[in-house]
């Protein structure tokens, strides 16, 4: 009896070292990864994304007749091709998934030349699936040898992986009318116009290597850079990402997060640097309509000081939250990044912004500071697009002095700029698509002498202004209201807005623009006669807290249930049966045709919108300043539907 519990114990022991956890990512991954995604624990992601608002907008009954049809289209088109070549279903795949589930470029030796190229590798954990994997890793094998496809077995650190030799004709049949584009076929022999002609020859199939190593699926291209991450598994000193200080300096942004990826730019963009100097060095006798060489407009606008790029998503019964940390140290920063920083100072919402706005945003950020570096970064370019801008910025002088000899828009316009940039939006006035391209918007530019700005900024967009026409001018409670005549604009349905025109004036210590002049005379009436603001919108101030940090430079807001509300109006006017086909141009220049409507998305099935807005929140953004770099904060509070 105590010798089978001796070995009932080590069988236990054994089977406990089998199932042993996988290690994070960054102690899987090599120390020379460029670019990774991971999702750490891909269960608690499925159960987070199942309760989300999306999802949960999906699965209601009112949005059915649409996501049917959707589903339907999709299995018809991809899912059952996808399904015959696999000779399994996708979801049998995905339930393998139960750990982190991660994706890494890895620089493997590349210079950033055509010469080599980084390897790719793909992991995931499916805990207690391990012998389910087995089983289909054993299946794709067998499948690949009946259909006479060349394939061999290769042991890593003795680690068996069957080896796919990877063609563009291996593509799965679902999926190629999406990866591929069609090409002409010229065939193997000579064309009629062209008798000498032949087809551009296929490039090489390439290794696709597939293995597992305990409950960890393994995939990647290159077997350097899976033998570096089973090295990693098996405990030995090699070399791995978390050791990197870039990402080391980052990591801390990562814990509790529902997915991340992380991005080392500093290298990344060194190699192109470094690649395009060469290329320009080669054809630098050749002539070119480019006045700069490319790799000056990466240095030129201070990118090779951004050291790296991490992302961050988190979701939980408060809301979802995204963040986006730009690695650049503050006593490097230059050109782009220069200005992104901005000011550290209060960018919440003033006091005299209303509770119905849907948009609202506010930069703090130096004008004239701005420009300057601006300015220096298109010398850095290069000196003939500096020369340009100078050349365009004396014209608009030159104009100007004829009517006001003493004019200079370096000093009277630029100089004038404060260090504040408001703008908020309304709802547009109708469902109209006029109305909707143009909804009711105001710009706010503080100013040291908001007055002379006025003057400034009236003279230059009456010489910019499509129409020519000369500004008029009004009083409005004391303020002196310019208006600039402008050309009607194009929209999607190929109708154009009617006679518009930009209002300026001043209040408050700002410039004032709108091409609403109605939203201009609330906003000068709010001095005296303020309404309910923004600040005081309920979950509001709780929200910011999530986003403002010790040093913010801007804030955003968004009333996505008002926003939704006018893209539920645009589908269903731009996909129904009487409206013209909708371009990569239009308002929504993500949809591509009318088929798009008709055969996938059938936005003639969409709900009333009232009867889903129940799923819709708002969002809030803000940028922070760090001495180690910038952070954007997106986060968006669950609506009361979820809580």
Do not use: C
């Not at 891909?42 to 309760?51: I, M």
């Not at 402008?486 to 518009?500: D, S, V, Y």
């Amino acid at each position: 009896m105590k010798k089978l519990s001796l070995l009932s114990a080590v069988l236990a022991a054994f089977a406990l070292a089998a199932r042993a956890d996988v290690p994070p990512a960054e102690k899987i991954l090599p120390g020379d990864t460029l670019i990774m995604g991971t999702v750490p624990d891909f269960n608690h992601s499925r159960a987070v994304s199942g309760q989300s608002p999306m999802m949960r907008l999906w699965q209601d009954p009112a949005m059915r007749p649409f996501a049917d049809k959707f589903i339907r289209q999709l299995d018809t088109q991809i899912g059952g091709p996808l399904e015959q070549d696999l000779g399994t279903g996708i979801s049998n795949y995905t339930a393998l998934a139960q750990g982190q589930v991660t994706f890494a470029v890895v620089q493997n030796g590349w210079q950033g030349d055509t010469n080599s190229k980084p390897g790719w590798l793909f992991l995931v954990d499916t805990k207690d699936q391990s012998d389910r994997l087995k089983t289909d890793l054993a299946d794709i094998k067998h499948k690949w040898n009946d259909a006479g496809k060349p394939l061999k077995t290769e042991k890593i650190r003795g680690v068996d992986f069957t080896v796919l030799m990877l063609s563009s004709n291996d593509i799965p049949a679902g999926l190629k009318q999406f990866v591929q584009k069609p090409k002409p076929s010229f065939g193997d022999t000579a064309s009629a116009e062209d008798p000498g002609a032949t087809s551009t020859p296929p490039p090489a199939p390439e290794p696709l290597y597939l293995g597992q190593s305990g409950a960890l699926f393994i995939a990647g291209d290159s077997s350097a850079v899976i033998e570096k991450a089973l090295a990693a598994l098996a405990g030995d000193s090699v070399p791995v990402l978390a050791d990197q200080p870039g990402f080391a300096a980052d990591a801390p942004r990562f814990h509790n997060a529902t997915a991340f990826s992380w991005i080392n730019t500093k290298t990344l963009l060194d190699l192109a640097v470094k690649q395009l100097t060469v290329e320009s060095e080669r054809n630098a006798d050749k002539p070119t309509p480019i006045p700069f060489r490319p790799e000056k407009v990466i240095t030129g606008l201070g990118l090779t000081t951004l050291r790296s790029v991490a992302l961050v998503s988190r979701a939980d019964n408060e809301g979802s939250s995204f963040e986006i940390f730009l690695g650049a140290p503050e006593s490097e920063r230059e050109g782009i990044l220069k200005i992104l920083a901005g000011e550290a100072k209060d960018a919440t919402p003033p006091a005299f912004v209303p509770a119905d706005v849907v948009k609202f945003s506010r930069w703090r950020i130096s004008g004239p500071k701005a420009w300057d570096t601006m300015e220096a970064s298109l010398n850095s370019i290069s000196p003939q697009l500096g020369a340009g801008l100078n050349f365009a910025l004396a014209s608009i002088t030159a104009s100007a002095q004829q009517k006001n000899p003493d004019f200079d828009i370096k000093r009277d316009l630029i100089g004038n700029f404060g260090d504040d940039f408001i703008a908020y939006q309304k709802a547009p006035r109708s469902q109209a698509l006029a109305d909707i391209a143009a909804p009711p918007s105001l710009f706010l530019i503080s100013s040291p002498a908001p007055d002379k700005l006025l003057e400034s900024m009236k003279d230059v967009m009456g010489m910019i202004s499509r129409r020519g026409d000369p500004p008029s001018d009004r009083d409005f409670l004391g303020h002196k209201v310019y208006f600039i005549p402008m050309a009607p604009a194009p929209l999607a349905n190929g109708q154009a807005t009617g006679t518009r025109g930009l209002s300026l004036t001043t209040g408050g210590g700002y410039l004032a623009l709108s091409m609403d002049s109605a939203l201009l005379e609330e906003y000068l009436r709010s001095g005296d006669n303020p309404g309910k603001p923004l600040r005081e919108t309920p979950g509001l101030a709780d929200a910011m807290q999530k986003v403002i940090g010790n040093a913010n430079s801007s804030f955003g807001y968004e009333n996505q249930r008002e926003t939704m509300r006018t893209i539920f109006a645009v589908l269903k006017q731009m996909g129904g049966p009487t409206s013209k086909p909708v371009t990569s141009a239009s308002l929504l220049g993500m949809l591509q045709s009318k088929q798009f409507f008709r055969d996938w998305a059938d936005v003639s099935l969409l709900p009333d919108y009232d009867s889903v807005a129940k799923y819709f929140s708002f969002d809030v953004s803000a940028v922070n300043v760090t001495p180690d770099g910038l952070s954007l904060k997106v986060f968006v509070p669950a609506p009361p539907v979820n809580k």
